[in-house]
């Protein structure tokens, strides 16, 4: 049975035993059961370089986010979106 992903992305949160934090870019849910996540660091000219995965029992989120925060980034590949994609036939 699917259960929810305790973090949502976009937020930020630090690693509890490395003491590393940044902005939960992504998530994977593993067939052993394990979670993980990963978190980019900005560096001091604001982009992402630093990118390092974590298993979500290790993760604090900062707790004074108010919701789901705006995330705007560039598309950099995956799946098209929808309103773009063929039709399937």
Do not use: N
Request: charged letters at 20%; aromatic letters at 8%; proline letters at 9%.
């Amino acid at each position: 049975m699917d259960t929810p992903f305790a973090h949502p992305l976009g937020f930020e949160a630090t690693d509890m035993v490395s003491g590393f934090s940044g902005t939960i870019t992504g998530r994977a849910d593993y067939i052993s059961g394990c979670r993980q996540y990963c978190l980019q660091a900005p560096s001091k000219d604001g982009e992402f370089k630093q990118a390092q995965w974590f298993d979500e029992e290790r993760l604090q989120v900062r707790p004074d986010q108010p919701g789901m925060p705006q995330v705007m980034a560039t598309k950099t590949g995956g799946p098209s979106d929808s309103a773009s994609a063929a039709p399937v036939r």
